[in-house]
């Protein structure tokens, strides 16, 4: 709870000498317990990850989606499979989908709608700006942008732990 709070404080900027998470634009119309998160992996044991663009050159989507995990906590146990772009909004079509360097401003209601890829602009030398939108069918249920300008290229642990940030900022009570 404590960390939590620290987080929030963060974000807000109002705890003095605490670093830019780089996250903002959070948005939830539900919250989504570690239990409910572990319910939505149904039959194929993940929760399904559609991948636009890429944080930096020759960075794959198994990859992408190979390295995130939620942090400690109930939530752990929570994996995520790789699917192609507008393959998610097959059955219930709950899903994560990440739009890394977006063009335009980020859209979360047409990132949840998209049945192609999504116009992405080109990886940056440094760090990358994701969108992030866990969306059911073709509504979004929480959003949030990340623009993480610390992560080298093929830097995969710093892509790791601030992916997990994320994740964390998105589902806090997982």
């Given amino acids: 709870m404590i960390r939590r709070l620290a987080t929030l404080l963060c974000l807000l900027g109002m705890l003095a000498g605490c670093e830019d998470s780089g996250i903002s634009n959070v948005g939830r119309r539900e919250m989504i317990s570690a239990k409910k998160l572990v319910d939505m992996q149904g039959s194929s044991g993940a929760i399904l990850v559609e991948i636009h663009g890429a944080p930096w050159p020759g960075a794959d989507a198994d990859a992408i989606v190979g390295t995130l995990r939620m942090p400690e906590g109930p939530g752990r146990e929570v994996r995520f499979r790789t699917v192609p772009p507008g ?11 990440l739009h890394f360097n977006p063009q335009g401003t980020p859209d979360s209601a047409r990132d949840c709608r998209a049945r192609g890829e999504l116009a992405t602009g080109p990886p940056r030398k440094s760090g990358f700006i994701v969108q992030a939108t866990f969306c059911r069918a073709e509504s979004w249920l929480i959003h949030a942008t990340f623009d993480a300008d610390d992560v080298s290229p093929d830097d995969w642990l710093a892509y790791y732990l601030r992916m997990q940030d994320l994740l964390g900022t998105m589902f806090p009570d997982a």
């Fill in 87 to 97: 393959q998610g909004l097959i059955g219930d079509g709950e899903r994560l989908v």
